[in-house]
């Protein structure tokens, strides 16, 4: 109980300054379920009309992509309306959330219990504890669980009201610190774009945003300008590669009724859509050298002149100019103006490939696969282990947008396979996606070579290993050592290590060690 009162309160502290990490959340649910028999727990918060998981014990990391909506999840609906401590019968029809996100069948006979964290009446938050062993979980104490919950929620609704005050002062006292949602993503390089963007966006500066093709750059652009001064003015977004060349002049900057042949009327240019506001010009790298000049004029100038117009006109745009392509090379090649090069890149950022950041794959799966599964109007929508395995092993040349639509195709062929399972008041639709849905065009991994009999722990020095098959042989071999040095004792082996005994077990069975 006091790791649990010490987690709670470092937790609560960086809620009230809105610098909660995932570290935290985790940290605090490991303090509060550590000991207990489970395989598989969440920490749930309220997020609207839904639950968002914010810490998970067993459970594939892309589980926290996901957002929970009661009236699709009976087993939540219930813990949420019952006043103490849920518990289900270990035969219970209702389908559980997290079935086909742990290796093991939830589906079948486990136990299940869940608490509902509330302040007063107000709903705040969800635990679950699931354990694959029948009868696990019936030795936990209900009156303990429910003071937990109890104290779990008003602590929440607490830093929920301290959240909501600071963020009413920081919008009328100053604008440019207006919260928004944001990804809370597990890789470094991301950490250190979104670091970057707070760090830019409250200033005037041009950005510079460059990166392949389907990282993600537009999501970049639109969270700077939420962050900024300007986010209740426009943000205009125009691509410089689909504007014919002779039009460019007219769309940029505007033009007066008469100013060319079929200028029928005034129009205004995106400069002038954008005042106030931010302006994405997309593709950079294509706009030709002759209107380059009148776009660092107006850089330089804050004045733009519309075609046909005597008169400059004066605009205040932030501009964000986004390009795939290495611009600096492009201007040192003559391809692009020097000088508008540096105007642009006041401040460069770059949007890593998603092949940089493996680690953020199963967050981001996570989210398409609870896109996809409500527009096909599924109950469930789970990726399995070897279809995880998938999407870590490949390179993702198309980045984030290759992810995205590799999912939604995978999904709907998992759909022509569904899985109906009958219940006492419902029929629900389960799609499963493995590797053959997913179509990735991946050669088979190496397979670990056996261990000789004069050699036990090492593979054969004339075997070639992937990294991967590699990796997976040392880790098999480390957690039989240490499972050995503790007699079989899984619990003691999980503490050895440094993991909870759910992830282990999991571990274990992908490994083959546990059946």
């Known amino acids: 109980m006091t790791d649990f009162l010490k987690a709670l309160r470092t937790l609560l502290a960086y809620l009230a300054d809105n610098q909660a990490s995932d570290t935290h959340w985790a940290a605090l649910l490991k303090a509060l379920v550590g000991d207990f028999p489970t395989d598989a727990s969440t920490l749930m918060v309220a997020d ?3 639950f968002r998981p914010v810490a998970l014990m067993g459970l594939s990391d892309e589980v926290r992509g996901r957002r929970f909506v009661l009236r699709d999840h009976p087993r939540l609906a219930a813990i949420a309306s019952h006043p103490g401590v849920c518990r289900f019968p270990q035969d219970s029809p209702l389908p559980d959330p997290f079935d086909g996100l742990i290796d093991d069948d939830l589906s079948q006979v486990h136990d299940c219990l ?30 303990q669980l429910l003071a937990i919950a109890r104290l779990l929620g008003t602590c929440l609704r607490l830093a929920e009201q301290l959240q909501a005050t600071r963020t009413r002062l920081n919008e009328a006292l100053a604008p440019e610190h207006q919260a928004d949602a944001h990804w809370h993503w597990n890789s470094r390089a991301m950490r250190q774009l979104d670091e970057s963007i707070e760090l830019v966006a409250p200033t005037d500066m041009s950005v510079l945003l460059h990166g392949e093709t389907g990282v993600g750059k537009e999501l970049a652009v639109r969270t700077l300008h939420r962050r900024s001064q300007r986010h209740q003015g426009p943000l205009i977004k125009v691509n410089c590669a689909a504007l014919p060349e002779s039009l460019i002049e007219s769309e940029l900057f505007g033009h007066r ?33 002759s209107l380059q000049p009148k776009l660092l004029r107006v850089l330089q100038e804050g004045e733009i002149q519309p075609l046909g ?30 000088d508008l090069y540096h105007r642009l890149s006041a401040f460069p950022l770059r949007v890593p490939p998603l092949r940089e950041r493996p680690e953020d794959i199963p967050l981001l799966a996570g989210h398409f696969l609870e896109a ?51 219940t006492s008041d419902q029929r629900r639709a389960m799609a499963l996606i493995t590797r053959d849905h997913l179509d990735l065009p991946l050669e088979a991994p190496a397979r670990p070579v056996e261990p ?58 992908r490994l083959g060690l546990k059946a």
Not at 372 to 384: F, H, P, Q, S
Request: glycine residues 10%.
């Open 372 to 422: 996809n599964r409500i527009r096909l109007g599924l109950n469930n929508l789970r990726l399995d282990q070897d279809g995880e395995t998938a999407l870590l092993a490949w390179h993702w040349p198309g980045n984030v947008r290759e992810l995205e639509h590799t999912l939604a195709r995978a999904a709907l062929r998992a759909l022509g396979e569904r899985v109906c399972v009958s």
């Open 309 to 338: 117009s005597e008169r400059p006109q004066r605009v205040d745009v932030r501009v964000v100019a986004v390009t795939n392509r290495d611009l600096g090379a492009e201007a040192d090649a003559g391809r692009f103006r020097q």
């Open 114 to 143: 869940g608490v509902a964290l509330r302040d007063g009446d107000r709903l705040t938050g969800l635990l679950t504890l699931d354990a694959l062993n029948p009868g696990s979980l019936d030795a936990l104490d209900d009156d």
């Open 48 to 50: 609207g009309d839904a």
């Open 452 to 509: 000789t009999a004069a050699s036990p722990d090492v593979p054969s020095p004339q075997a070639t290993l992937t990294l991967r098959a590699a990796t997976e042989h040392f880790q098999r071999q480390h957690i039989q050592s240490v499972l050995e040095a503790h007699e079989g004792n899984w619990a003691a082996a999980a503490r050895s290590l440094g993991m909870d005994p759910g992830n282990l077990h999991r571990q274990a069975r």
């Open 257 to 289: 009724r008469g100013a060319f042949s079929g200028a029928t009327q005034d129009r205004r240019g995106h400069f002038a859509m954008a005042d106030g506001g931010t302006l994405m010009l997309d593709e950079i790298g294509e706009l030709p050298l």
